[in-house]
């Protein structure tokens, strides 16, 4: 399965992006699936994640509230809508996808990775 994520870009404290990240295969082929980010400097980490059903989602405390992920099994994608964004959510971030179904937090639990978008947060 490869992925490629899109949606990155320069936007202003307050303001809000959409991420999408469109899968080669039927994401219904896949188990859980989620969103990490990596910001200069620092290690990749959780943000969100989705079961393969969309009936459970998981988001790291930071952006509970303010991000919503969702997936759509017909047309392959997986999304993440963010909004009140803050400098620090500035970052790359990247779609991944495992064959597990199960919900994880865990990088090393995914297998399929997209290739990152940027997202800028001015203050």
């Known amino acids: 399965v490869q992925l490629q994520a899109s949606g990155g870009g320069l936007v202003q404290a307050g303001g809000s992006l959409r991420l999408s990240c469109a899968a080669s295969e039927r994401t219904i082929s896949v188990g859980a699936m989620g969103w990490f980010r990596q910001a200069p400097g620092k290690e990749r980490e959780f943000v969100a994640a989705i079961s393969w059903n969309t009936d459970s989602t998981f988001y790291t405390e930071s952006v509970k509230g303010r991000a919503t992920i969702s997936r759509d099994n017909a047309k392959n994608m997986l999304l993440l809508q963010m909004s009140s964004l803050k400098p620090e959510d500035t970052a790359v971030y990247y779609c991944?996808?495992?064959?597990?179904?199960?919900?994880?937090?865990?990088?090393?639990?995914?297998?399929?990775w997209g290739q990152g978008t940027q997202v800028t947060v001015s203050s």
């Open positions: 991944a996808a495992r064959t597990g179904l199960r919900i994880t937090r865990n990088s090393y639990d995914y297998y399929y």
